[in-house]
């Protein structure tokens, strides 16, 4: 199991276009991946799910990874949230 954070920096949180990239991003992974903040969690394969946890920014995600491809996908999903929120 990978885990990580990562505090929002896009003034607009997460919101439709990145949370959909990071869906499509998030399903070519046969891990599980689920992400949470402030008391919820969310199924990241799921783009209801995410945008149901409201992070805003300088919020805070957990994201944890487990399954056969977690070193990958742990390090590819950090990095899209590096680059666009």
Do not use: W
């Not at 003034?11 to 992974?29: D, M, N, Q, T, Y």
């Not at 969310?42 to 805070?60: P, V």
């Amino acid at each position: 199991m990978k885990k990580f954070s990562y505090v929002i920096k896009d003034s607009e949180g997460i919101h439709a276009r990145p949370a959909g990239e990071l869906v499509k991003l998030c399903k070519s992974f046969l891990s599980d991946i689920t992400i949470e903040t402030k008391g919820k969690s969310a199924d990241a394969k799921r783009i209801f799910g995410i945008m149901s946890l409201g992070a805003k920014m300088n919020d805070e995600i957990y994201v944890t990874v487990q399954g056969e491809d977690e070193e990958k996908a742990a390090e590819q999903i950090e990095e899209f949230l590096k680059k666009n929120l």
